[in-house]
């Protein structure tokens, strides 16, 4: 390059697509993925009833009792409360066993050799980030290479060895391009349906059956579960997600009949109309999803009050690794 402002443009412009994507790659590697919280696990005295009573019948009402506070709704193939056996927890809602970690994972997305970690809801974001910055690493790579890599073919370039690590460059950015092209496009579909690699390839299931995308709230506010409120920390590798990872905000067309936390003027929505559906939260952090709507905890204790000894049916245990 012979022009002095040329060269200060790209040597600012590289630093920074390389500090921003050393920095989310690190995030992703580090960052250690979420765990359930104590209030998932069973309780001494349970695991010690489970290890001596083989029976369905104490198992039931074992689950039965440790998943009646929980917010979860999301239920096994054969409509079991989901229970991870290695773990000896309740799984939350999108949470599943990792074999390579050998620990349950909140909102897990997949296990990355690339980065050696478990993405889930504690680093989803800086996935997404890190995949971003990669992306437009190599096509400013591939950009600024490109005149010289015409050259090249054209025999514009001086007879020496430099010129073929021109064209190794080239194609090596090039390639690495379409390649993350696909796989940040893919995630993007992922952030804007609320689905996770692993519930695309199975929808989840809730007690009216499977419902794809009972997750999904709408694209501004699936956008805001990942990269939180704040826009100007959107694309800073920085932990903004929305929630604690445990539970989250469903917008299903049927009730769960075991959770008894919905008002009645709920109960007569359309077949067709959507709706926020009154989870339980552990923590108030929850509801920033629920701005329009009253308070996940508000609509418990109201409901509370009228609610006429409601039975949960009886909840099979169903490992899960």
């Not at 370039?157 to 390649?179: E, G, R």
């Not at 920390?233 to 920085?238: G, Q, S």
């Amino acid at each position: 390059m012979a022009n002095i402002g040329e060269k200060v443009v790209c040597l600012i412009a590289y630093h920074i697509f390389v500090m921003l994507f050393v920095w989310s790659y690190w995030k992703t590697i580090f960052t250690l993925p979420m765990n359930p919280s104590k209030e998932f696990h069973l309780s001494y005295a349970d695991k010690e009833l489970l290890e001596r009573e083989p029976r369905g019948e104490v198992q039931q009402d074992v689950f039965r009792r440790a998943a009646k506070d929980l917010p979860i709704y999301t239920r096994t193939m054969s409509g079991a409360i989901r229970y991870c056996d290695r773990c000896q927890l309740v799984k939350p809602d999108r949470c599943h066993h990792c074999s390579v970690c050998d620990k349950c994972i909140l909102k897990m997305d997949h296990h990355c050799p690339w980065v050696n970690n478990c993405v889930g809801f504690s680093n989803y974001k800086f996935f997404l980030l890190f995949l971003a910055y990669s992306l437009l690493y190599c096509l400013f790579i591939a950009a600024t290479d490109l005149q010289y890599f015409i050259k090249f073919w054209t025999n514009g370039l001086p007879d020496t060895q430099a010129k073929f690590h021109i064209m190794f460059l080239f194609f090596a950015a090039t390639m690495f391009s379409v390649s993350l092209s696909s796989l940040f496009g893919y995630h993007c579909w992922l952030v804007s349906k609320n689905k996770s690699t692993l519930e695309a390839f199975r929808a989840p299931i809730f007690r009216h059956g499977t419902d794809k995308n009972g997750f999904s709230l709408g694209f501004s506010k699936n956008l805001k579960q990942v990269f939180g409120d704040e826009k100007k920390y959107w694309l800073l590798p920085v932990f903004t997600s929305l929630g604690d990872g445990c539970s989250f905000p469903t917008c299903l067309v049927n009730q769960d009949a075991e959770q008894a936390s919905t008002p009645a003027g709920l109960n007569s929505t359309a077949k067709n109309e959507s709706h926020l559906f009154p989870a339980k939260p552990l923590r108030d952090s929850q509801s920033h999803l629920l701005t329009d709507t009253q308070s996940w905890t508000e609509i418990s204790a109201n409901t509370e009050k009228g609610k006429v000894g409601m039975s949960n049916p009886a909840l099979a245990m169903e490992n899960e690794t």
